[in-house]
């Protein structure tokens, strides 16, 4: 299955796709308005990780779609990374099998 992550900034959640059958999965709000959505590099791709930028943060969650829903439980941590991140990378280096 091909899930596609989108940020909505304008309610401040991040959606989960199918993009075979074109639905929504789940949705999780994350913050007050994300912008750009990076995961960790294969082969796991277990985290995702959201800038906000209005609340000046990066949100890290579970990755999963399966578990991805209006509670608060597939946030891992915010962490403050200073004025209006517009957007993510993440190097190869986090994954320890490269």
Known sequence: ??????????????????????????STHVGMEPRALALTPDPDQ???????????????LHADPSSLSNDRSVLITTVPVGASPVDVVIPDFINPEH
Request: hydrophobic content about 60%; glycine content about 4%; aromatic content about 2%.
């Open 46 to 60: 277990r985290l995702l990780v959201v800038a906000d930028r209005a609340a000046s943060s990066l949100a890290i």
């Open 1 to 26: 299955m091909s899930v596609l992550y989108i940020a909505n900034a304008g309610d401040g959640s991040v959606l989960a796709l199918d993009v075979q059958n074109r639905t929504v999965m789940a």
